[in-house]
């Protein structure tokens, strides 16, 4: 089953490889996936472009584990980690396995969601290549001075917002274009 660890945001590197740490020390026959989306963004400062890492959700981070007590008890020594999400019952809260298949969908091989591009035309656009063309939801919103695409995506039941890099060019000839995904976006 998945879990939900909540910890402190801007930690979560430093929480994963404590946990593999820990893992490989003390019991490594405990069977467990960690799973910590990331996504490429444009970070803009002082009209200076720079491409940064970022977590998916910031604060969250997944472990497959059926013996997610054990977890919970090394995890307390840990600086910056809070807690596993519990329910009303203090029963551990899970994970569907459909939420965590369609966040790895946009994924590459590292776990990061690089950036997708697009071509751009009123408010419809076409996702050419990237992580996007695999995405099934909606885009909400696109910025382009920060090359970000506001998608929704279902997390522990709930539907939360994130943003994705995109680069949106403007479409310059009307042809079609072989395999492109078109999405509508709301302009605001």
């Known amino acids: 089953m998945w879990h939900t660890l909540f910890v402190m945001s801007g930690v979560e590197n430093h929480v994963v490889s404590y946990l593999q740490k820990q893992v490989q020390t003390f019991d490594n026959e ?6 910590y ?3 490429k963004l444009v970070h803009l400062n002082h ?5 940064v890492t970022r977590a998916l959700f910031p604060g969250y981070m997944f472990i497959k584990t059926e013996e997610i007590a054990y977890f919970k008890k090394i995890m307390q020594r840990c600086t910056g980690f809070l807690t596993i ?5 203090l029963l551990f809260e899970t994970m569907r396995q459909d939420e965590i298949d369609a966040i790895r969908v946009l994924l590459n091989e ?5 950036f997708s591009s697009g071509l751009a035309e009123n408010n419809r656009i076409r ?6 063309r695999n995405y099934c939801g909606r885009i909400l919103k696109i910025n382009k001075r920060e090359c970000r695409a506001k998608i929704h995506l ?4 709930k539907e939360i917002f994130t943003y994705v890099g995109l680069n949106a060019l403007e479409k310059i000839e ?3 274009i072989e395999g492109v995904r078109d999405f509508y976006f709301e302009r605001k």
Do not use: Y
């Not at 009209?47 to 491409?51: A, D, E, I, L």
């Not at 996702?127 to 996007?132: M, Q």
């Not at 279902?154 to 039941?157: D, E, I, P, S, T």
């Open 127 to 132: 996702i050419v290549s990237g992580p996007l």
């Open 174 to 176: 009307d042809e079609d």
């Open 37 to 39: 989306p990331t996504r």
């Open 47 to 51: 009209g200076v472009r720079t491409v």
């Open 30 to 35: 405990v069977p467990h996936e960690i799973f």
């Open 85 to 89: 999400l519990q329910d009303a019952d």
């Open 154 to 157: 279902n997390l522990l039941g």
């Open 110 to 114: 590292f776990g990061e969601i690089e």
